[in-house]
């Protein structure tokens, strides 16, 4: 079945620094690819949608200059926290949808947990 | 703005007792619907997808219905074990979002043995 990649799994960073998070799809192209984060005992919240070759669309809310999307290929998006800050601690966990119609199933990774100190 | 919403927040039950976990939603115009299930500190599994023709899903003791006109959904699970024990979440893939999914607020599960 598709598979879709996330690393790390876990990181610890000082405050002010910047960690990047890969999401990849292993056994198909995704040219869309979403990225939630999760804070403790919430649910999941879209962040944005990264877009293959194109800029990303961020939600409400979201800083896009905070929390920088490149999507350099067809299995590859990746998301870095920049200058982290304690309340950027959270679960941030990235899917694709295995197929191109709107109503492909999405498939996700297993999640970051990032904590910064 | 198109919501997903569910009921209850948490959930205690006695094992082998059957339970249904609900799930609503504001807008009729779906893609599909899916259950997953998240263990602490765990990515998501994926239990059932039901595209928008669909009325119903079954996988094991797992059994998902679909009623878009009411904008609800359920997720039956029969005979429960304590490895049932996870936070159970209903995303909805509206139209004209794109494809992404809006989450609920889940329901925590505990199956005491």
Known sequence: ?117 | KQEVTQIPAALSVPEGENLVLNCSFTDSAIYNLQWFRQDPGKGLTSLLLIQSSQREQTSGRLNASLDKSSGRSTLYIAASQPGDSATYLCAVNFYNQGGKLIFGQGTELSVKP
């Open chain 1, 1 to 117: 079945g598709a598979v879709v990649s996330q690393h790390p799994s876990w990181v610890i960073c000082k405050s002010g620094t910047s960690v990047k998070i890969e999401c990849r799809s292993l056994d198909f192209q995704a040219t869309t690819m979403f990225w939630y984060r999760q804070f403790p005992k919430q649910s999941l919240m879209l962040m944005a949608t990264s877009n293959e070759g194109s800029k990303a669309t961020y939600e409400q809310g979201v800083e896009k200059d905070k929390f920088l999307i490149n999507h350099a290929s067809l299995t590859l998006s990746t998301l870095t926290v920049t200058s982290a800050h304690p309340e950027d601690s959270s679960f941030y966990i990235c899917s694709a949808p295995t197929g191109g119609a709107w109503n492909s199933p999405l498939h996700f990774g297993n999640g970051t947990r990032l904590t910064v100190t």
